[in-house]
């Protein structure tokens, strides 16, 4: 299948500073980007879609100032989260598609706030 | 609303075969995916069924039937590496995807 690659795979920061999560489509042009995140032994939880060259759409309850996304090119998007705090600690993962096709998971990052 | 129900948890023994349902209510249907997720790792696809009827990869197929709403995932040969958690989501109308919560599968010696 094609290759989704995130990075980094994980990383502990301060509260109080920011995260830059990178998500990039290897082999395939991701036209929709998809950022979730997954708190221990819960399901995944989208947290926001995002179209090449267009502001992304967020999910009702996710604060759009905290969890800035940035989808500037078909083949990577960013997720950055500002000012973290401990209850942001958890695992993110971007999957992305071309076009309606099944989407690909990146390997995931878990973040740590201290 | 949109609702997608699995198992939350099924017990299998080491060489057997297990199927893990998923049944969905959705607005509109576009495909339903499997994935297969380990503890502590992002979810790998499995399967992608959009037409009614059996769709075999290996020792795992696949199940869909549009008009019961339902699918499943059959597991044969079962291996103590297919110990992970098995995700339905269904793509409505809009291309988005609905998620079920998984079902947490463990395999026996």
């Known amino acids: 299948g094609a290759v989704v690659s995130q990075h980094p795979s994980w990383v502990i920061c301060k509260s109080g500073t920011s995260v830059k999560i990178e998500c990039r489509s290897l082999?395939?042009?991701?036209?929709?980007m998809f950022w979730y995140r997954q708190f221990p032994k819960q399901s995944l939880m989208l947290m926001a879609t995002s179209n090449e060259g267009s502001k992304a759409t967020y999910e009702q309850g996710v604060e759009k100032d905290k969890f800035l996304i940035n989808h500037a090119s078909l083949t990577l998007s960013t997720l950055t989260v500002t000012s973290a705090h401990p209850e942001d600690s958890s695992f993110y993962i971007c999957?992305?598609?071309?076009?309606?096709?099944?989407?690909?998971f990146g390997q995931g990052t878990r973040l740590t706030v201290v | 609303g949109q609702n997608i129900d699995q198992p939350t948890e099924m017990t299998a023994t080491e060489g057997a075969i297990v199927q893990i349902n998923c049944t969905y209510q959705?607005?509109?249907?576009?495909?339903l995916f499997w994935y297969q997720q380990h503890a502590g790792e992002a979810p790998t696809f499995l399967s992608y069924n959009v037409l009614d009827g059996l769709e075999e990869k290996g020792r795992f197929s696949s199940f869909l039937s549009r008009s019961k709403g339902y699918s499943y995932l059959l597991l044969k040969e079962l291996q103590m590496k297919d110990s992970a958690s098995y995700l339905c989501a269904v793509m409505d109308s809009n291309y988005q995807l609905i998620w079920g919560a998984g079902t947490k599968l463990i395999i026996k010696p």
């Open positions: 959705t607005s509109g249907f576009n495909g």
């Open positions: 082999d395939f042009q991701a036209t929709t």
């Open positions: 999957s992305a598609r071309e076009r309606d096709t099944e989407a690909f």
